[in-house]
């Protein structure tokens, strides 16, 4: 909570040293970790949704 509160404090002072070069790079950077995260996310649901299918699986082949 507190590093929320500081980075909201000094945005414009942050906005002004980075640029908008500076601010298009970071935009970039944290929505690529955002779509990892997500991605990362729907991986391990789908892992979970089939591990029942796989035990079956396993079953019906006798391993």
Known sequence: ???TYLSL???K?????MGKQG???AT?????FVA????GLIFN???EFLEP????????AGV
Do not use: H, N
């Open 53 to 60: 299918y796989r035990q079956v699986a396993r079953v019906a």
């Open 45 to 47: 649901g789908a892992v």
């Open 1 to 3: 909570m507190l590093v």
């Open 23 to 25: 601010i298009d790079a």
């Open 28 to 32: 970039r950077i944290v929505g690529f």
């Open 13 to 17: 002072p942050i906005l002004r040293k």
């Open 9 to 11: 404090i000094y945005a």
């Open 36 to 39: 990892a995260m997500g991605m």
